[in-house]
């Protein structure tokens, strides 16, 4: 069964500093990789998608994210982090036909 | 050119009274999933839908929650008889779609069980 983990709950990080967000996941076949921000009382945000080609791929707002299948990982990086950037992140993996699973997040808090 | 609308945004409601969750899918959308997100706790799939068909309920509660898409109107997610438990934040999202390429999200439905 697919499965997706975040093992950062919470990440603090200065406002200008780099962010690196870890996700990996477990899944069958080749995977469709998502991110996703999720802003206080409001719904989910692509940030960026991975299907095939090229494993770095670029997003919305700056981020980017790199596909890793030898360690089954899609982690999400931002080399300048905004006050603006404080959300909660959510990794996701699918496939053809497949529903989406999310992991369980990492909320990021950004420091003036 | 709306998004996804979901209303209400905030729903209380009474243990033992039903729930009602409506979802407007955007404009040339034919699929729609339901999520629900607990607090401290990622997004947990509970249906899949097209127009008139359930194509994957396997997250749906067994008893109590049911979810339809008909051919003309809003998909609805129903719970009857709601309990605490049932408090949370619910979203919708819609698709062009089956092939997983983007899906795009409501703001969401905020369930609170007195």
């Known amino acids: 069964a697919q499965s997706v983990t975040q093992p950062d709950i919470h990440i603090t990080v200065s406002e200008g500093a780099s962010l690196e967000l870890r996700c990996n996941y477990s899944?069958?076949?080749?995977?469709?990789l998502f991110w996703y921000v999720q802003s206080p009382g409001q719904g989910l945000q692509l940030l960026l998608k991975y299907f095939s080609g090229d494993t770095l791929v670029q997003g919305i707002k700056g981020f980017e994210a790199e596909f890793k299948r030898s360690q089954s990982s899609f982690n999400l990086r931002k080399p300048s982090v905004h006050w603006s950037d404080a959300a909660e992140y959510f990794c996701a993996v699918g496939g053809h036909g497949q529903n989406f699973v999310f992991g369980p997040g990492t909320r990021l808090s950004v420091l003036p | 050119n709306a998004g996804v609308m979901q209303n209400p945004r905030h729903l209380v409601r009474r243990r033992g009274q039903e729930a009602r969750l409506r979802c407007s899918p955007m404009?040339?959308?034919?699929?729609v999933y339901w999520y629900r997100q607990l607090p401290e706790e990622g997004l947990k799939f509970m249906v899949y839908?097209?127009?008139?068909?359930?194509?994957?309920e396997s997250g749906m509660p067994k008893e109590r929650f049911s979810a339809e898409f008909p051919k003309e109107g809003p998909s609805i997610l129903r719970i009857q008889q709601v309990v605490r438990g049932d408090s949370a934040a619910y979203f919708c999202?819609?698709?062009?779609?089956?092939?997983?390429?983007?899906?795009?999200f409501g703001s969401g439905t905020q369930l609170s069980v007195l």
């Open positions: 899944y069958g076949a080749t995977p469709y």
């Open positions: 404009k040339g959308h034919s699929h």
């Open positions: 839908l097209q127009k008139e068909n359930i194509i994957d």
């Open positions: 999202a819609s698709s062009l779609g089956a092939e997983n390429e983007k899906l795009f």
